[in-house]
C-alpha cells in the first residue's frame, strides 16, 4: 500500500510530465497531441486511483461505476 508522501510524490510527477507535454502540444499547435495528452493524464490517474483503492470488478461496467 501507498504512504500519503508515496502517492504525493507519484501525483505530483504525474502533473509535472504530463502538463509539461501538454503545454508542449499547446504552443506548437498540435491540438490532437495535447488532447492525446489529456486522455493520457486521465488513463494514469485513473490508474493510480485504482491501485490505490481498487474497486471489484463486479462495480464496473465499461470503466463506469455501477449505480
Known sequence: MMT???LAEELKRIATTQVSDITRAVKEGQKSIA???VRDMARRL???ADAFDPKPAAETVDGVQAA
Open 35 to 37: 488532447l492525446n495528452e
Open 4 to 6: 500519503c508522501q508515496q
Open 46 to 48: 485513473e490508474l493510480l
